[in-house]
Antibody, heavy 122, light 106 residues
């Protein structure tokens, strides 16, 4: 059974950089078709797709965040790291990582981490 | 970006009711439409992918249909455990986008 878990700071000051780690098990990001996505959810609001790292190293980002967002494979082969620079209070949200599955031409998130709440405040 | 619009934004229903949620894409997305259920304080859970394929383990009272721009999620007989917010999401083109959610209250 695939599992994922996010970790990182819970409180970050404005203008600082957020670094979150997604640790996962029971799949390999080097397997053809694998992918890990990041999604966030401000308190009481809707889900927002942030980006995706593919098995082949390709990355896709939300255009609204692409100048501040980076998703890379971690130092461990079972980790993915999200970096978001120049934080603002509007970046306060629960951040989720999720496993992207491909079936035929369809892509979807079939396993999610529990999420981690990040608050941006001075 | 492809905009996803859900309706209604919230609804009240009774146990046993048939509930239908609509999701409309701003352009055609074939059948690359997924549905997620999110209970309060929990991570989203995949219900349906590719518009109509039920994820393993999801009760058969959930069903989805649609293609192009118009999609529906139906709960055939609402149960107490279905209290949640439901989101559609397109994976036709990057950036992937979610609808604003439909809160189902009982």
């Amino acid at each position: 059974q695939i599992t994922l878990k996010e970790s990182g700071p819970t409180l970050v000051k404005p203008t600082q950089t957020l670094t979150l780690t997604c640790a996962f098990s029971e799949f390999s990001l080097s397997t053809s078709g694998a992918g890990v996505g990041w999604i966030r959810q401000p308190p009481g609001k809707a889900l927002e797709w942030l980006g995706l790292i593919h098995w082949n190293g390709r990355k896709d980002y939300s255009p609204s965040l692409s100048n501040r967002l980076s998703i890379v494979q971690g130092t461990s082969e079972n980790q993915v790291v999200l970096t978001l620079t120049n934080l603002d209070p509007v970046d306060t949200a629960t951040y989720y990582c999720a496993h992207r599955r491909v079936r035929g031409g369809s892509h979807y998130f079939d396993s999610w981490g529990p999420g981690t709440l990040v608050t941006v405040s001075s | 970006d492809i905009q996803m619009t859900q309706s209604p934004s919230s609804l009240y229903a009774s146990i046993g009711d048939r509930v239908t949620i609509t999701c409309r894409a701003s352009q055609g997305i074939s059948t690359y439409l997924n549905w997620y259920q999110q209970k309060l304080g929990r991570a989203p859970k995949l219900l349906i992918f590719d518009s109509s394929i039920l994820e393993s383990g999801v009760p058969s009272r959930f069903s989805g249909r649609g293609a192009g721009t118009d999609f529906t999620l139906t709960i055939s007989s609402l149960q107490p455990e279905d209290l949640a917010t439901y989101y559609c999401q397109q994976s036709y083109r990057f950036p992937w986008t979610f609808g604003q959610g439909t809160k189902v209250e009982i």
